[in-house]
């Protein structure tokens, strides 16, 4: 099991620290000396098979690399064990190991550099980026086939490299906290009898937040929720007095539905200096004013 993981990790482009590992089980038989009463014989085994093991007084397993033992294991049946014996399976160890991994080394001697060894991110979901549902989780699981968990605040991915950066980049693009009290456009896509269904397309202002100084990733869509009483500073009967679908507004994102966790908006608390800078940058796209025709 020792060779086989040793040579496992070197074709998955671990680099094993000392170079590979190999192992080798020592065996001692036992009988008692007919020459000289209340001492015993012993044979030493090297390699020894399942039968050895059973039949045998000792199974003395020993790991090691080129340059030298790296881990040790005995099972002895024995009540005692002398020291000398100990030291001379050690000894007898050493050639063993050597010729082991002369064996492995034909079949591969370093770690592939053309492996996609997985990987496994950990790290904590910075508090102004929304709670992640679970549909996300299963969501990146399923489409970039690869691990991902939330757990205790903390984002866990395990995956290839390449298709772990992506599920990563993706979950935080989908979560990215939009800050409340900010300003952003928002495109209506859907009118209902209470509000309106909005689509963040964009931030008003690139402002550097503690948010964006930790990660660069850009954010998806998001959709978000606007009522009826946030849609202008005076009273309306219906939505459509106030927004038409397909039309991009600029409103300010005041906190998040407890249920569905949507963002939502208002226009009527957008500054009033904003709405006079809007509507100055529409009547210089319109062009002066056309003279009545005589």
Not at 71 to 95: R, T
Not at 151 to 178: H, I, K
């Amino acid at each position: 099991s020792i060779c086989g993981a040793s040579m496992a990790l070197m074709h998955a482009g671990v680099d094993l620290v000392g170079g590979p590992v190999a192992g080798v089980s020592m065996g001692l038989l036992t009988r008692p000396d007919p020459n000289r009463p209340g001492e015993a014989m012993y044979l030493l085994l090297t390699d020894i098979l399942g039968l050895e093991d059973y039949l045998g007084d000792m199974d003395f397993k020993i790991a090691g690399t080129r340059q030298g033992i790296t881990a040790i294991q005995l099972d002895v049946k024995l009540p005692g064990l002398p020291l000398h014996v100990l030291f001379q399976a050690l000894d007898a160890s050493e050639p063993a190991l050597s010729a082991i991994l002369d064996v492995m080394s034909t079949a591969i001697s370093q770690p592939r550099s053309d492996a996609n060894v997985p990987v496994f991110y950990e790290e904590e979901i910075d508090s102004s980026f929304d709670r992640p549902p679970k549909s996300l989780m299963v969501a990146l699981t399923e489409e970039m086939g690869v691990e991902v968990r939330e757990r205790n605040g903390r984002l866990q991915v395990f995956g290839t490299p390449e298709a772990a950066a992506a599920a990563r980049d993706r979950f935080y693009r989908a979560v990215g906290g939009l800050i409340v009290d900010s300003e952003y456009f928002v495109t209506v896509v859907n009118i209902l009898e209470y509000g309106a269904v909005v689509r963040v397309v964009a931030e008003t202002d690139k402002t550097e937040t503690e948010t964006e100084s930790r990660f660069s990733w850009d954010r998806e869509p998001r959709e978000g929720f606007m009522h009826i009483s946030d849609m202008s500073k005076r009273f309306i009967n219906s939505p459509l007095e106030a927004v038409e679908v397909g039309r991009t507004y600029r409103a300010v994102c005041i906190g998040q539905e407890p249920l569905t966790r949507r963002p939502t908006f208002s226009i009527a608390r957008v500054s009033t200096a904003r709405f006079a800078e809007d509507l100055e940058k529409k009547q210089q796209a319109a062009g002066p004013p056309q003279a009545p025709a005589s």
